[in-house]
């Protein structure tokens, strides 16, 4: 930088390739992200080099899944104003997040089997079944389960919040709601009902899909809503797998931290559908 250009610069600003950067100013990067808390989140136990990836990883996934949550719940809400558009687009991100947490599986899996015996003791009875984030994710979408509320007895915040979701209409009991608000043959009982228990299928509920689906000029919100939901529920079951055979290929068929039958509880899991008739539609038409 020339004498002359230098005598232009402030005691608060720095000339960084070209572009002159403020380093005083009221909110920086750092502050506004704050990063020194973030990043002083990780607290690896064992002292092996590979706890801080196994570490970062889950937490990773952890913010994501708080993303999905924000995103989940604001869609839901514009389903059941009757508002789509909006919530298409939520519902998309949504879509591009479980794209990334599929993908934190496969920077998992550089981790060998001797990598992970080396601190897995370290975790204790720490598992992903306690998170109770992902939990309510899932009862969101529509996996409802009391009895894995009782995971989180001991913890007042959560257990209270989830067990208010356990209790209030899914994304999809609320679709419902509005294929019933226009005219659709919905039965009472899929409108109002104990959401807190799990959602059984309806043939009614497919032959409202089934129209939907044959008629997509006449219905085309509905149609893209329907779409939307698939997304969804296809890069859950993605990730689900990802998740499975991940484990898999790292502990093989051992059990769980958190003391769960492991690779098998998380094949289970595969067999879960949140939105039942989305899928047996494309069988019946």
Known sequence: MAN??????????????????????E???GQYLDLERLLACQHPNSGQHDEMLFIV?????E?????????????????RKDELKPAFKMLSRIARI??????VWEVLVTMTPSDYACFRDSLGQSSGLQSYQYRELEFLLGNKNPRMVEVHRNHRQHYERLTQVLHEPSIYDISLQ????????IPAAYVKRDWSQPYQPSAKVEQAWAEIYRHTDKYW????LAEKLVDTEYNFQKWRFSHMKTVERIIGYKRGTGGTAGVAYLAKALDLKFFPELWSVRTAM
């Open 27 to 29: 909110m920086s990067y």
């Open 221 to 224: 919100d509905l149609y893209e």
């Open 63 to 79: 913010l994501w899944l708080k993303q999905c949550l924000h995103e989940a719940h604001a869609a839901a809400d514009h389903i």
């Open 4 to 25: 002359r250009d230098w005598e232009k610069m402030t005691p608060h600003t720095v000339d960084l390739e070209g572009e002159t950067v403020h380093w005083d100013q």
């Open 178 to 185: 509005l294929l019933k608000r226009r005219g659709f043959d």
């Open 98 to 103: 479980q794209e990334q947490m599929i993908h």
């Open 57 to 61: 990883l889950h937490q990773v996934s």
